[in-house]
């Protein structure tokens, strides 16, 4: 697995690891992102774990089903997530689902909302460039809460793509 440095100074790297594979709690939406109410939504999931002793982790995450540049944005298919380590039956709109282990390139993104696609490109780029292809979902790990900073809302996440090497 490689470490390139990319960004001012090299402050922002990305990497490939190994993501082991896990349970997951989730929701799913069907629409625009800017529509969908994540933080609602990650409450009612850690609510169900509650409910149903799933054990939840701690680190919620999103996974973006369908691609939004072939996709229409009324069709896009979110899935908004909490791993669990228990299993808990499915309930309502809450599902269960299986994540397998996979390689993963990921990159920090603790930066503006607005900033989401710039990330995504240098993500992508770095894959193609470095001898890898995507495959299958991005999933964002949201690492801490959403903080309004000069009139931005600043997003802490990690970006992650299946990859594999070409």
Do not use: C
């Not at 002793?53 to 701690?58: E, T, V």
């Not at 460039?129 to 979902?137: H, I, K, M, P, T």
């Not at 809302?153 to 992650?160: E, F, H, L, P």
Request: net charge positive; glycine share 8%; hydrophobic share 35%.
């Amino acid at each position: 697995m490689s470490v390139v440095p990319v960004g001012l100074f090299g402050s922002d790297k990305i990497k490939v690891k190994r993501r082991r594979a896990g349970s997951f709690a989730y929701i799913e939406y069907k629409g625009p992102y800017n529509k969908i109410p994540f933080d609602e939504a990650f409450s009612r999931l850690f609510a169900w774990a509650k409910e149903t002793r799933a054990a939840p982790g701690m680190t919620p995450f999103v996974i973006y089903a369908t691609d939004p540049k072939t996709t229409p944005e009324s069709d896009l298919v979110t899935k908004v997530a909490i791993p669990i380590h228990r299993a808990g039956e499915p309930r309502g709109e809450v599902k269960v689902g299986q994540l397998p282990e996979m390689d993963i390139a990921v990159k920090k993104h603790d930066a503006p909302a607005e900033e989401y696609q710039k990330s995504y490109a240098e993500l992508q780029k770095w894959i193609a460039d470095n001898g890898y292809e995507s495959y299958g979902a991005p999933i964002e790990v949201y690492t801490g809460k959403p903080k309004v900073k000069d009139g931005k809302t600043i997003i802490y996440s990690v970006i992650q793509f299946p990859v594999r090497k070409k």
